[in-house]
């Protein structure tokens, strides 16, 4: 019988579910820098090389609706370690892809098993006190936003010197290391619902039908999530292009700019303690309208660049860290599965605004990403609008 999980999160335990988050996500976003060498090998279009972000996006998508929900009733350790001896197959199967099609499939086994650090972060939250959830979750989370943003530079280094193949090698000596050390060192973590796995499906639905907050921070995620990733999917192309003819390890550097929305976690987390998570989300949207409004107007010049992906990683991390500790707070008992909602929208979101931005670059070059984020954005901040008259009138009802 697994023991009852220790109460509250010692700083060394919360410094590695955070490395640990941030290895595993990396295998999500590798590919991004990697995009115009894949596409070059393959002999594949700009368009078709960037349906590769896309599929591991749509991957992730069904590992979180799929294989998340088992974090509240299986024993999550265990669960953690064989998703990631899962995750070592499908990057060792990307490395060593013969042609396009097969590179297609096995992205998207990586995706569909780049799950756990959405296993980790309802852990770690579950763990914590009440008092310090939102620090613990801001921390945890800090670990992935530097996971995303050093993957982007690492596999750009890696790509120019030993080529992109090199990159999913090292993901998966990485994820065997990890699910070894995972192993050894998380806590028992035992079931919280008897539910069995088709039950755990059908749930999701009673939640998003009985909890407003779960819906409106998962439209407003998918949304902010999209737009980022409609530009961060787009900007090797721009990059690699007139004026600027960057090669793949300087495309990379730019991921370093998004250090800002790593450290904005770590303050957000704390803030989330003492303010309302929900103000701090739609101050968040404003600062990804200006950053996407910046990097659409000034996408010829460099300086403008650089703001703007410093304004875009503020803003959609603050609306991840907000939005996170708002669904947090509802069902303890239900950690998993209300994380599976919220990120399955996430990351659905995150697909679409791939999907989109390749096409507004096919379509009109960088004006046609700038509509696709600016309007991303704008509905978010629609949504955000009306659920706060609506909640308004029933105040003043």
Not at 89 to 110: D, H
Not at 137 to 164: D, E, H, K, Q
Not at 229 to 240: A, D, I, K, P
Not at 385 to 391: C, F, T, V
Request: aromatic letters at 10%; a positive charge; glycine letters at 12%.
């Amino acid at each position: 019988m697994a023991q009852p999980l220790p109460t509250g999160l010692s700083g060394k335990l919360v410094l590695f579910l955070a490395i640990a988050g941030g290895l595993s996500v990396a295998n999500l976003y590798y590919c991004q820098p990697l995009l115009v060498a894949i596409g070059n090998e393959f002999k594949v279009s700009d368009g078709q090389a960037g349906i590769i972000s896309t599929l591991a996006q749509v991957g992730y998508g069904l590992g979180l609706l799929f294989i998340v929900p088992l974090g509240d009733a299986m024993e999550r350790r265990n669960l953690i370690f064989r998703t990631l001896l899962a995750v070592s197959l499908a990057l060792f199967g990307v490395a060593v892809a013969p042609n396009f099609i097969w590179l297609s499939i096995v992205i998207t086994l990586v995706g569909i098993t780049t799950v756990v650090p959405q296993l980790i972060v309802p852990l770690a939250a579950s763990m914590a006190r009440p008092a310090e959830r939102g620090r613990v979750i801001g921390n945890v989370m800090s670990g992935l936003l530097v996971g995303i943003l050093l993957s982007r530079t690492v596999s750009g280094y890696i790509n120019a010197w030993l080529g992109w193949r090199a990159v999913y090698f090292l993901a998966l000596a990485l994820m065997l290391v990890l699910a070894f050390a995972l192993r050894q060192v998380l806590p028992a973590s035992p079931p919280k619902t008897n539910l069995r796995y088709g039950e755990l499906l059908t749930s999701l639905v009673h939640l998003i039908k009985t909890e407003p907050v779960l819906r409106e921070t998962a439209v407003l995620g998918g949304l902010a999530f999209g737009a980022m990733s409609s530009f961060w999917v787009t900007l090797t192309f721009l990059l690699s292009g007139a004026p600027f003819h960057y090669s793949s390890d300087i495309i990379g550097l730019f991921g370093l700019l998004g250090a800002a929305g790593a450290m904005m976690a770590l303050f957000v987390g704390k803030l989330c303690d003492v303010i309302n998570p929900r103000i701090i989300t739609g101050v968040a949207l404003v600062l990804s309208l200006a950053g996407f409004i910046v990097a659409w107007v000034g996408g010829q010049f460099l300086p403008a660049l650089m703001a703007a992906i410093i304004l875009l990683d503020l803003g959609t991390q603050a609306v991840q860290i907000s939005n996170q500790n708002r669904i947090y707070s509802l069902k303890s008992e239900a950690g998993s599965r209300l994380n599976t909602v919220y990120m399955v929208s996430y990351f659905a979101g995150g697909s679409l605004g791939s999907f989109l931005g390749v096409a507004g670059w096919s379509w009109l070059g960088w004006d046609g990403v700038g509509i696709v984020g600016v309007g991303m954005v704008g509905l978010a901040l629609l949504v955000y609008g009306l659920d706060l008259n609506r909640s308004m009138w029933r105040r003043r009802a």
